[in-house]
């Protein structure tokens, strides 16, 4: 279902997921490729400050036309990324 962000993996790698210990008909949520412009908008506020509050988070999501759940994936993953590049 593209509304839910999620999409149905293939007949393998539900198998792979089973082999690999998953369970079977579960849904992984689809990977979000994000503009340019869009990563150059979340870089300039990660700049600023590198957590967001629930009111500045519902903004930019609307800002950005994303969910506020990937908005606040990207930050926790920028700040892996920071803590992993010091």
Request: charged content about 35%.
């Amino acid at each position: 279902d593209e509304s839910s962000g999620y999409e149905s993996e293939s007949a393998g790698g539900d198998r792979a997921a089973a082999a690999a210990g998953g369970t079977r008909g579960r849904q992984r949520r689809a990977r979000t490729a994000f503009t340019s412009e869009q990563v150059c908008r979340l870089e300039k506020t990660f700049q600023r400050q590198k957590y967001l509050g629930a009111s500045e988070r519902r903004k930019l999501a609307a800002a950005l036309q994303l969910s506020e759940i990937q908005i606040k994936t990207w930050f926790q993953n920028r700040r892996m990324k920071l803590k992993r590049q010091i």
